[in-house]
């Protein structure tokens, strides 16, 4: 079957007698997009390039979601243990962040023995401000961190700080 319409759109539109108001689900085509709207607002929008829009009508990636003030993305695990968002290149998972329900862990690392891999970074300003080395290296303010843990400038704290080592060095 072929729907055409006079204008930008073609729509096929659903609607419930019994609820007295003219609100619809309607799906079809918005000029070269694929659209599913609800409640007389569209939803979900395929765009000509094959990006997914959701609350969005410009989806500017693969998959764009646009919602309220947080939830605009759950990962459930259902019960189960794991809930895990993977990052792949070319197929293959490479890194990954997930919520362990049962030892209450949230955990960022490789996929397996990633080759390469060596480092976490934490770029709250654009530039890596912390990094955790593969060998458990963190550096705080240097990406090279050659002791377990560098502080690249002022340190400040309050309470006390305690040393264990057999030499001292100030």
Do not use: C
């Not at 997930?98 to 390469?116: E, H, M, R, S, W």
């Not at 990094?131 to 502080?151: C, E, W």
């Amino acid at each position: 079957a072929l729907f055409q319409s006079g204008d930008s759109q073609a729509l096929i539109s659903f609607r419930d007698n019994s609820t007295g108001d003219d609100n619809h689900v309607m799906i079809g085509a918005n000029g070269t997009n694929f659209v599913l709207s609800t409640d007389n607002a569209e939803r979900i929008r395929v765009d000509e390039d094959g990006k997914v829009g959701i609350g969005t009508t410009n989806p500017d990636g693969q998959l764009h979601v646009v919602g309220g003030n947080g939830n605009q993305l759950t990962l459930d695990n259902g019960g189960e243990q794991y809930s895990q968002l993977n990052l792949a290149n070319n197929g293959t998972h490479k890194a990954f962040m997930t919520y362990d329900n049962t030892n209450k862990v949230i955990a960022i690392g490789a996929q397996g023995n990633l080759d390469g891999f060596d480092y976490i970074g934490f770029r709250p300003k654009g530039s890596t401000d912390v990094m955790v080395i593969s060998g458990s290296g963190v550096g705080i303010g240097t990406a090279t961190p050659p002791s377990t843990l560098t502080v690249a400038g002022d340190i400040s704290g309050s309470g006390n700080l305690h040393l264990k080592n057999n030499k001292a060095f100030w």
